[in-house]
């Protein structure tokens, strides 16, 4: 074993510590999920801030932009299923294909492909659980949770939260009227909004 392992390229023990690292951290979600664990609590999602200040005369003039976006394809998760994918293949078919970057186009269909299929697992699943065991606006008010990706402040665009309803964890889109929510505040449900979209603000006061 150390032998094979000392004839490999410096490319492929970074492939082969990669990808096995990525399965361990997918048997481990997987685990979480089906105990009910939040497994997603690491998750992570792009959020930049610009502010600049001018002073003209005088007078301030401060521009200021925020980006906030809580998008479900740079989750962790997501990260972790696509190199999973991309890994084992290209660790599979190395043997087999020859082209280089054959091998990297077919890698990266499947590591895109796992992506896509494992989030609309977890939405039928998600969609499953709420339509069979809740009615959203008689439970989702006053419920308590976090944010899971960040969302936007002034109801300029949508985020995730994570609420505890019936002493399970759900997964709901979410707006506020406040300020943006980064991933990891406390919040509470002040409104329901529709079907999958609640209205959230900031909850300091409550320790989930």
């Keep these: 074993m150390i032998d094979l392992w000392n004839s490999l390229s410096v490319a492929m023990k970074v492939l082969w510590a990669v990808t096995l690292s990525a399965s361990l951290i997918f048997v481990i979600q997987t685990i979480m999920t089906f105990l009910g664990a939040d497994a997603d609590s690491a998750d992570f999602d792009i959020n930049t ?3 600049t200040s001018v002073d003209a005369g005088g007078a301030d003039v401060d521009t200021s932009a925020g980006h ?39 890698a990266l269909v499947v590591g895109v492909a796992l992506v896509a299929l494992v ?51 759900r997964e709901y889109e979410a707006i506020t009227d406040g300020p943006t929510l980064k991933t990891g505040t406390k919040i509470h449900v002040i409104d329901v909004i529709s079907s999958d979209t609640l209205l959230v603000e900031e909850n300091n006061s409550i320790i989930i």
């Design 49 to 51: 801030d610009v502010d």
């Design 68 to 106: 906030s976006s809580g998008i479900g394809l740079l989750s962790f998760r997501n990260l972790v299923n696509f190199c999973l994918g991309f890994g084992w293949t290209a660790i599979l078919l190395q043997s087999q294909v020859k082209s280089t970057t054959l091998l990297l186009v077919i």
């Design 119 to 169: 989030m609309l697992l977890f939405k039928w699943i998600g969609g499953m659980q709420q339509s069979g065991n809740i009615n959203i606006y008689k439970s989702a008010v006053d419920c308590q949770g976090t944010v899971y990706l960040t969302i936007p402040g002034e109801r300029s665009g949508e985020g995730k939260v994570q609420i505890s309803i019936n002493d399970a964890v």
